[in-house]
């Protein structure tokens, strides 16, 4: 899991600009938003400490062209219309419509106990609200001090507090519908941020729809800085999305089961109502939510029994808060168990209330239990992945928890009531009676003109109608026809718009000119890059690795002196402004062939490494380095000289822990030769790409192709990683050398992806491997691959417990197989059929060779753990079998011995 990632806002009506100082951060995630308007998120990559400019620009143009487009058409919709009509590069400093109208008195009403640090920041953001009639209420709930009270009223004596004993949060809510003075109840919590927009954002819905009862806003993390704050980001967090949205159920009709899961419409933590619904429908019920043994469920209890009760509700992603998740994994595990048993506390109050409902809810209890959770926690079974598998489980049980708690709240609460006595009459109004819906009214559609070259009007005579049909026209000629389902209500100009761009779009461009929508795609996008694309002096910062970090180079070898010797030259050539250290491990010490060769380059160090297996060679070499980066090459590739630097830069970037590069043939000139690259060689293509943990869980039953992502005869790793506790050296037991052929390499791809970092293929950076010449070298490689191949699906199954390694195994390595004899037979492919058999030969020994493998590092012993250099004893230094030589020029730098 990577983290911290730094949360920003990125507003796009001021120039877009390199964020700097965000050394430590492992990614960035920014809120796009345009005169403040919510756009969407963009996760940008961390490079040197900053995030350059022309890469947000690049990531919000590819992501976020379509939304941005929508909102510049609808503020050009709202402002007064020109002769020309609509055009793109005359709308970017066109700002959102203001409402016109006297804005509503908002009670903003804090819930809170015993917090004084977060409602301290809440009330801060609280005091920068930009609304004009504002009425602020703190509810202290059973307060165990008087420290909420002091804090109030010494540092905010505009804000009123009032004390409530009954404690539940619901008890504190329906507190706060007594004390307010506003028509409007906007509700949020302690721990949340709000946004200076926040309220006016809220109050503009219900100003200009009064059928709206109910409105939500949207809820962004405040911070990323822990494993535990990530996570519940990942598994959803509060946020609803950046589109607005309209609930209403149509009368005479049940709701829909997926509309009963009402977490869908938003949060208690941002949430408004009209103070007059709740003398129709009731308050907040006591026995759910925080402070009861449900824990949860009475803000979504709310919104199913607004929507039930015939209201509308809205959510609205321009009323912005920002939450503070929980910062450690106990409470965040307690808070997704917690989720469960309100949901299904709130499904059990539903059910006494309104048993017509019962199918629809048993419909959802199915889906949350089968779909959300058992689905999820099977796939956790069958591969591992980056949500914790207890979490799951926590949710998972939070169901059943859920259908034993709501009756012990609801015995619970009445006994607070006969202790403290009810708040209101109105309080105990728990079990509103629905109204009677048995005569639906017939559904009927409306047909309405919209001319765009006058100001748009609302539409408030259609309430006799379910549907409304708008034909849109410029002076006169029809631009298309969009349908709204009102469900019998007035539709007010700020909707109008938003559904005309919604489902006109870009037809609304220079209505009068005939072009297709594809053209006028790529001039708007062309419009929107030249806007938003920064200038050279906003991204004028210092790119690439810097020069203070150094490379070790990881030159494992076996018997092979005339390619050690040429490999050495390109290594000592190399054009490179850092401190670089060569290490080359000879895992065949008892030859003698290597040191002499190594004697003909100073200040190389020779590392022996008896116990033979290319793991064993590569993890002695990884141990005996001291560079920040590790490079890892083979004794048959030469290399360019500038090869080494095109390696390394993608290391700027904190959460790449590996790049590969490619790898071509030096010679083809034999036809074995030629078979090997037909084969697959060892180069990944031309094309630059990248493998994170998204990639590494995208495949839903395949095993995960990191053979796909290169080879260690051209691989660089960040030195960090060797001490990663889920990632590690390389897996002694895999790799030539040893009995189960390769696959040591791709198995450290795999623990790297896995934890949640990312692979970078820089085809840049490519050497000339000389393939094997003869057939008796090409079969004994290409039986060690096949092998290695069953070896590396079995072992991510044995040590990682993921079962798509053997559906490789056993379902995809055979129809691959057959498909490419088929292919042999009928003549459309070169290459041997009798290679093909070979293939099949060393997948079938693949297991019983993995086994003989685990049985030799059981005798020899696994390889020593990698220390940091700077944690590194004298006398753990003298343990290594180290020749150390005299400093060598490695390009324009000195080695580092």
């Known amino acids: ?43 940008a990559p961390i490079t040197n400490g900053c995030c350059m400019a022309s890469t947000l620009s690049k990531l919000i143009l590819e992501e976020h062209s379509w939304t941005i487009i929508n909102r510049l058409l609808e503020n050009g919709l709202a402002a007064p219309p020109t002769p020309e009509g609509l055009r793109l590069e005359d709308l970017f400093d066109v700002p959102p419509p203001e409402y016109e109208g006297t804005l509503p008195l ?55 507090y009032v004390c409530e004993p009954r404690p539940g949060l619901d008890w504190a809510r329906n507190r706060a519908i007594i004390e307010a003075k506003g028509e409007i109840i906007a509700y949020t919590d302690d721990d949340v941020v709000v946004d200076p927009g926040w309220v006016k954002a809220l109050a503009k819905v219900f100003a200009e729809n009064p059928e709206v009862m109910a409105v939500t806003g949207l809820v962004v993390p405040y911070e990323l800085e ?45 949430m408004a109502y009209r103070r007059c619904v709740f003398d129709e429908i009731g308050s907040f019920d006591p026995a759910l939510d925080v402070g009861t043994v449900t824990n949860g469920g009475g803000d979504l209890e709310m919104f199913f029994r607004v929507l039930k009760e015939g209201h509308t509700l809205v959510y609205e992603p321009n009323a912005v808060v920002k939450h503070r998740h929980r910062r450690d994994y106990a409470k965040l595990r307690s808070q997704i168990a917690n989720n469960s048993i309100g949901l299904f506390s709130y499904c059990l109050r539903s059910l006494f209330v309104y048993p017509e409902e019962r199918f629809s809810f048993l419909k959802l209890f199915v889906w949350w239990v089968v779909y959300w959770n058992l689905r999820r926690l099977w796939i956790s079974f069958k591969h591992p992945t980056r949500f914790p598998k207890d979490l799951i489980q926590a ?40 109204k009677d819906t048995t005569t639906a009214p017939s559904r009927k559609v409306a047909v309405r003109t919209a001319e765009l070259s006058q100001p748009l009007q609302p539409l408030t005579d259609v309430t006799d109608y379910s549907d409304v049909q708008v034909f849109v026209t410029w002076k006169g000629e029809p631009l298309g ?49 030249d806007r938003y694309t920064p200038t050279e002096k906003e991204t004028a910062l210092p790119e690439g690795l810097p020069t203070n970090v150094s490379v070790s180079i990881n030159l494992a070898t076996y018997d092979r002196p005339d390619d050690l010797r040429n490999c050495l030259r390109c290594l000592i050539a190399q054009e490179t402004p850092r401190q670089v250290e060569i290490i080359v491990v000879d895992n065949n010490p008892s030859s003698g062939l290597t040191p002499p060769i190594v004697a003909e380059f100073p200040g190389v160090k020779l590392v022996s490494e008896p116990r033979q297996g290319l793991a064993y060679a590569r993890n002695a070499g990884f141990v005996a380095s001291t560079g920040d980066i590790v490079i890892a090459t083979d004794d048959d590739v030469t290399l360019p000289s500038d090869w080494l630097e095109k390696l390394v830069v993608p290391f700027a970037r904190p959460e790449v822990m590996i790049v590969t590069g490619n790898v071509l043939p030096l ?15 060892l180069g990944r293509g031309f094309e630059r790409f990248e493998a994170n943990g998204d990639w590494f869980e995208s495949f839903p039953r395949d095993a995960v192709s990191t053979w796909r992502l290169g080879a260690t005869a051209n691989a660089a790793f960040r030195a960090s990683m060797f001490t990663h506790p889920q990632i590690g050296l390389m897996e002694e037991s895999l790799g030539p050398g040893m009995p189960s052929g390769v696959g040591e390499d791709t198995y450290l791809f795999y623990k790297v992806l896995k934890a949640g970092y990312t692979l970078v293929y820089e085809p840049a950076a490519y050497v000339w491997h000389k ?68 293939e099949i030969v060393g997948n079938l020994a693949g297991p ?50």
Not at 234 to 245: A, L, P
Not at 667 to 681: D, M, N, P, S
Not at 778 to 783: D, E, S
Not at 855 to 882: M, N
């Open 1 to 43: 899991m990577l983290y911290p990632i730094k949360v920003v806002d990125i507003e796009l009506s001021r120039p877009i600009t390199t964020i700097e100082g965000l050394d430590g951060y492992m990614g960035l995630q920014g809120l796009v938003r345009l005169h403040g308007v919510p756009v969407g998120y963009v996760k």
């Open 106 to 160: 908002v009670t903003v009403a804090v819930c809170t106990r015993d917090r004084t640090s977060d409602l301290a920041l809440c009330l801060d953001a609280l005091c920068q609200l930009d609304y004009p009639n504002l009425d602020i209420l703190v509810v202290d709930n059973a307060p165990t001090s008087e420290s909420t009270k002091e804090l109030v009223q010494v540092k905010y004596p505009h804000v009123r």
């Open 226 to 270: 822990t494993e535990s704050q990530v996570l519940f980001e990942m598994y959803g967090g509060f946020g609803r999305g950046f589109e607005r949205k309209w609930h209403r159920v149509y009368p005479g009709s049940k709701m829909p089961w997926q509309c009963l899961g009402t977490g869908q419409f938003g949060t208690g933590a941002n």
């Open 395 to 434: 949710e998972l049980g939070g169901c059943f928890i859920g259908l034993t708690r709501y009756q012990t709240a609801r015995r619970t609460a009445a006994e607070i009531a006969n202790s403290f006595g009810s708040q209101s009459p109105e309080s105990d109004r728990y079990h509103p009676v629905s």
């Open 481 to 529: 026809g969009i349908t709204i389902p009102n469900i019998y209500q007035p539709i007010s100009t700020n909707r109008l718009s938003e559904e005309i761009v919604k489902q006109l779009g870009l037809k609304l461009l220079k209505p009068a000119c005939r072009r297709t929508v594809d053209v006028r795609w790529a001039e708007s996008v062309s419009i929107l890059s």
């Open 667 to 681: 010679q083809l000139e034999t036809v074995y030769q030629r078979f090997f690259e037909r084969y697959g060689g």
């Open 771 to 838: 393939h094997r010449r003869d057939i008796a070298a090409l079969r004994r490689q290409i039986y060690g691959y096949s092998k290695g191949h069953v070896s590396y699906n079995l072992t991510t199954w044995l040590r990682d417990d993921d079962w798509r390694g053997l559906w490789r195994i056993f379902v995809t390595l055979p129809l691959v197989h057959l498909l490419r004899i088929i292919k042999c037979l009928g003549g459309r492919s070169e290459y041997p059929l009798s290679l093909i058999v070979l």
């Open 848 to 897: 019983w060779s993995l086994w003989q493998s685990y049985r030799r590092v059981k005798r020899e012993g696994c390889s020593s753990p990698y220390i940091p250099p700077q944690e590194r004893s004298v006398v753990a230094t003298e343990t290594l079998q180290v020749e150390t030589l005299q400093p060598a020029t490695v390009g324009n730098s000195q080695n580092v011995s």
